[in-house]
């Protein structure tokens, strides 16, 4: 979303509509990676954000963590950040999920945050495409590494249009006559590597 902003005062407008309309107190942004936004954006919206006074939370991907960033929203009062880790195990993460950042690229931006006032949560999903009980494994080993303000699972649901979902029909590991419900506490997946009732299993533990 913030990519497709020529500036960032249509933020700004619907923070100061917000404010004066619903007295909101606090501020969600939905962007999956609110630091990827371009340096200019990110300066005025420093600036610009600074006369609030209102906590705000948000999510990002580890490489995008940077200390002077971070710096910046602890003075314009960032209460929390969300780190997708995803997968535990490197070579699943960026052979299946596209996803290149090694392990330690992701304990160094969790430092950065643990450094400062701002919460740290982190999202984690297990369940995916040929995953195994030892790749699910390397995912809880890399989250006791740190101890964020909360760490959350969730099951990987192959949503249509993804290229995950073309990969897990072509592979035969879903029904494609049945309607899934959107559910990331439920398995749907059927493939050898793991099995609905051992992903339940480490999805309750």
């Known amino acids: 979303k913030w990519l497709r902003f020529k500036n960032i005062d249509q933020v700004i407008r619907e923070i100061d509509f917000y404010i004066e309309k619903y007295n909101a107190e606090y501020f969600y942004f939905i962007a999956e990676t609110f630091l990827a936004m371009p340096a200019e954006y990110k300066k005025r919206f420093y600036g610009a954000y600074k006369k ?11 490489e995008t963590i940077m200390p002077d960033d971070i ?3 602890e003075d ?26 090694s392990n330690e ?3 160094r931006a969790i430092r950065i945050i ?9 999202n984690n999903m297990i369940g995916f495409p040929d995953e195994t009980r030892e790749m699910v494994f390397d995912t ?25 979902y073309d990969y897990c029909a072509a592979k035969g590991y879903l029904d494609l006559k049945r309607r899934y419900a959107e559910s990331f506490a439920t398995p749907v997946l059927s493939m050898p590597s793991l099995s609905q009732s051992e992903i339940k299993g480490l999805y309750r533990t």
Request: with cysteine.
């Open 52 to 62: 609030y006074g209102k906590p705000f939370w948000f999510n990002t991907r580890p």
């Open 71 to 73: 710096k910046e929203l």
């Open 76 to 101: 314009v009062g960032c209460h929390r950040i969300s780190i997708g880790i995803e997968s535990g195990n490197e070579e699943f993460r960026k052979s299946m999920l596209n996803r290149r950042y």
């Open 105 to 107: 690229d992701v304990l």
């Open 114 to 122: 643990l450094k400062s006032k701002i919460q740290l949560s982190v």
């Open 140 to 164: 809880i080993e890399l989250n006791r590494k740190f101890r964020g303000r909360s760490h959350s699972v969730s099951i990987f649901q192959p949503f249509r249009g993804t290229e995950l």
